[in-house]
């Protein structure tokens, strides 16, 4: 347990109902008992796991009518005392709580401490740490599922597991080497042998699962491109079901990047409506043009729009020169108005949809061609299958595999044991660094530098 006591408010800044002040340490009770008058009782008096009705007093003056709520250790977030203030939910008398608090020998508390503190006190790993600002980020059903599954804790008993082979090995090999007159001949029984490739072929399976894993969580950012007046911006109202951008029929109405997250089949989607390409004279028209070119080579999946009321001409075929990935599908606009136009002319494009965006209609089949071209394959119910979302167990994972084939390839081989002993380690380490066992103080800070500083 550290020994300092932090506080800080842990709900969005600004007027609502309420707003709450939280603390968490060792003199969290002792401060309540200094600003914490409750109705017909005394602090010391109060039950653990409470809530209780009084007032915070600052030199005898009343700053708000609270309800607060007592939880001490070590059953807690923290395992530390912890204690909740919920007051008014206006900027000033939030402030101003926190403040008296503060005054009355707390400190305020640094980004994501608080959860910090509940994986320095050993109530949860690194992996659930880094799944709390996971479950508060979740964009969709399927990313806090993940997100979720995470917390409870199912990497973490995964690796768990996985470890256990590996020290089920280690321990093997010692008695081996550290006692040769126990007579143990045989190099590595068959089924700890067995027990390693079930590990490794396990770790293969996370490590697959990052890419479709990171769609869920972050989602894709796709690129609606085309020449002005396509109906770019049309779509993008279309697929939001809202009036987002401006619609007319002037072109290069849209002049900057206007961005939006919808939901398609659980799978967020960062859209992207661009200015129309086209050479222009306007200086700031142009500035989009720019942009939209720019946001051409860092999207993730491109949306490129022809209007098949109209004649295909240079500037369509320009705008399609600038596409650099097969990371693309066509979209046919105002086809209740179309001209016969000849595909063949775009090979870079393999699917075509059409549509109408002011009629709405083909939006339906759009948003099922998006979301199979992203996936290639409808991604299994993620209550049923561990998936991995961040790049760091990732990483250590590979770094873990490698190890582990390294010593199934020394089994095999038959050579001298105590060349696995680095193989070994490396794995252990590796595993280490997913949960936190092993993690260095900059790791640290990066990884809890994303939390609000209430979490």
């Not at 939880?71 to 919920?86: C, H, L, Q, S, W």
């Not at 050993?122 to 969709?140: N, P, S, W, Y």
């Not at 090995?169 to 190099?187: Q, R, S």
Request: with cysteine.
């Amino acid at each position: 347990m550290l020994l300092d006591t932090i506080a800080a408010i842990s709900t969005p800044r600004g007027e609502g109902g309420i707003s709450i002040v939280r603390m968490s340490g060792q003199d969290s009770l002792n401060i309540l008992e200094k600003i914490f008058r409750p109705k017909n009782k005394k602090v010391s008096e109060l039950k653990n796991y409470s809530i209780n009705y009084g007032h915070i007093i600052d030199n005898e003056h009343i700053v708000d009518e609270v309800l607060v709520s007592i939880m001490k250790a070590p059953n807690t977030y923290t395992r530390e005392d912890i204690v909740e203030i919920n007051c008014h939910g206006g900027f000033l008398v939030t402030e101003k709580v926190l403040e008296v608090v503060l005054k009355n020998g707390a400190r305020i508390a640094e980004i994501g401490e608080f959860t910090k503190r509940a994986f320095l006190n050993g109530r949860i790993d690194l992996t659930q740490a880094e799944a709390v600002i996971d479950v508060i980020h979740g964009k969709t059903e399927k990313s806090l599922s993940l997100s979720l599954n995470q917390l409870r804790g199912d990497l973490r008993d995964k690796i768990t597991t996985i470890k256990k082979s590996v020290l089920d090995l280690a321990a093997h090999i010692n008695v081996v080497l550290d006692y040769p007159e126990e007579g143990i001949d045989d190099p590595v029984p068959e089924n700890l042998v067995d027990n390693l490739k079930k590990a490794s072929a396990e770790i293969k399976d996370l490590v697959s699962s990052y890419d479709k894993g990171k769609i869920i969580k972050d989602g894709i950012k796709t690129a609606i491109i085309g020449k002005p007046n396509v109906g770019k911006s049309s779509i993008l109202n279309s697929l939001l079901r809202e009036d987002r951008a401006i619609v007319t029929h002037i072109p290069g109405t849209t002049r900057d990047i206007i961005e939006e997250v919808i939901n398609i089949n659980g799978i967020p989607l960062l859209l992207v409506d661009t200015a129309g390409i086209r050479n222009t004279d306007d200086i700031i028209e142009n500035i989009g043009v720019e942009k939209s070119k720019e946001l051409i080579n860092s999207a993730d999946l491109i949306l490129y729009v022809i209007d098949i009321s109209r004649e295909i001409d240079e500037e369509d075929f320009r705008i399609y020169d600038i596409i650099n990935t097969d990371k693309v599908i066509g979209i046919l606009n105002k086809i209740d108005i179309k001209k016969d136009i000849d595909l063949s002319k775009f090979p870079k494009i393999e699917k075509w949809v059409e549509i109408s965006a002011l009629s709405k209609i083909g939006i339906d089949n759009l948003e099922n061609e998006i979301y199979k071209f992203i996936m290639n394959e409808n991604i299994e119910d993620s209550s049923q299958k561990l998936v991995i979302t961040n790049v760091r167990h990732k990483s250590a994972l590979e770094k873990t595999n490698e190890a582990l084939l390294n010593i199934i390839e020394t089994i095999d081989k038959r050579f001298p044991m105590d060349l696995m002993a680095v193989d070994i380690k490396d794995a252990l380490d590796s595993l280490s660094e997913v949960t936190g066992e092993i993690s260095s103080e900059d790791l640290l800070d990066h990884i809890f530098s994303n939390f609000c500083v209430g979490k």
